[in-house]
């Protein structure tokens, strides 16, 4: 089985992240045929001032990755550095029988490794695990490489995913990480043919997913996800959800700074306006995107809908003016639950992801507000209940 990532074996769930010559097109005309499309924007001419990982070069990182692996690094969680040999063998030369998805950083196979050792083994023996690899020599797909790595190594909490490793070989840069068996959101969410996940299980990712951006935003030195969307929401076999992909993640603003300036990434569909119209990141940026996700959970929708025809469909511009009436808030529901729903859930979360899409970021909630709001849905023990029809 031949080496199967790359070129013309891309599934086309995302176009490059790196791609964009002219970025104000690739904001303001964007092309990509798919509403995963990441854009990627010099918007703001002028480089960030702040310090952030894009001023780590790789060779100091790499000096600092050898570390961990000889455990000085006492906060940082120990990754295991693997040969391009070891992760070819763990995948059988990366073959399509391997083959898990494809995003802007590349294509991510399942490989087998012992769960002591972390050797390559073969199928069926060890442990499971995700590989990620990049694409192609590519500067800003480096860099996302290296921020993951940095953060990842630094960050474990049971609603991110956990990354076991890298591999840095010449120009081969690989990511190795925890297997989650059911996959993304996105799947579950918007695949056809499967089966669409039921309430209870949407509310139980929703408060997953911010308690891993509660996480994040209450760390000492708060970090930006950044790029919160279905996809980069994985699910273990019971559904819990984790969030993956740091490698647009950014440290928070210090002192009584609102914002980092940044370069604008991200997906559309899920980034807040205001950073998309001044390159001005906040943590209220990841609380639009969480209102994004909270409306895919209701609806069964996604965030931009460009496979239906002529015109690309905005599910916040078409949801919004439905969030504020309790009763008009029901034709947002996803009709695949057939009314197998709360409706008092149903309106709380729509009454939360609409404070979230606020379209000032002042206004928007903290995370402090939004979990505590979704895990009172869940208290204080979930008990069974009969849903009503809508
Ligand atoms: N740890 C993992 N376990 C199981 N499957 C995974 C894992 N990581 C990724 N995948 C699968 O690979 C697919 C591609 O993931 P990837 O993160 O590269 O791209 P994406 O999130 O779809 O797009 P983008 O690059 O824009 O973030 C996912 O949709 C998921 O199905
Ligand atoms: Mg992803």
Known sequence: MGNFCG????????????????????????????STTTYDSSFKSKPSTTASLQSFSLSDFETAAESFNKGDASTTVSLKS??????KTATKNFSSNSYLGEGGFGCVFKGWIDELTYAPTRPGVGIIVAIKKLKRESFQGHKEWLAEITY?????????????????????KLLVYEYMQKGSLENHLFKRGVQPIPWSVRVKVAIDVA?????????????????????????????????SDFGL?????????????????GTRGYAAPEY?????????????????????????????????GSREKILVDWAKPFL????????????????????????????????????????????????????????????PRMYSRA
């Not at 086309?12 to 045929?33: D, E, G, Q, V």
């Not at 474990?156 to 076991?164: F, T």
């Not at 308690?211 to 019971?238: C, M, P, W, Y």
């Open 82 to 87: 693997f040969s391009l040999n070891d992760l």
């Open 249 to 265: 993640a950014r440290n928070g603003p210090t002192g009584d700074k609102s914002h980092v300036s940044t370069r604008v990434v």
């Open 211 to 243: 308690r891993g951006l509660s996480f994040l935003h209450g760390l000492e030195t708060q970090i930006i996800f950044r790029d919160l969307k279905a996809s980069n929401v994985l699910l273990d076999s019971d559904f819990n959800a984790r969030l």
């Open 152 to 172: 990842l190594s630094q960050l474990r909490h049971e609603n991110l995913v956990k990354l076991i490793g890298y591999c840095s070989e010449s120009n081969n």
């Open 324 to 383: 504020n009436d309790k009763r008009k808030m029901l034709r947002v529901m996803d009709t695949r639950l057939e009314g197998q729903y709360s409706k008092k859930e149903a309106q709380t979360i729509a009454a939360l992801a609409l404070q979230c899409l606020h379209a000032d970021p002042r206004i928007r909630p903290n995370m402090t507000h939004i979990l505590p709001a979704l895990e009172q849905l869940r208290a204080p023990k979930d008990t």
């Open 276 to 308: 998309i119209a001044t390159g001005h990141l906040s943590l209220k940026s990841d609380i639009y995107s969480l209102g994004v996700v909270l409306l895919e959970l209701l609806s069964g929708k996604r965030a931009l809908d460009e496979d239906n």
């Open 7 to 34: 070129g013309s074996a891309k599934l086309a769930n995302a176009s490059s992240p790196y791609a964009s010559k002219n970025p104000l097109s690739s904001i303001n005309n964007f092309s990509s045929s798919k």
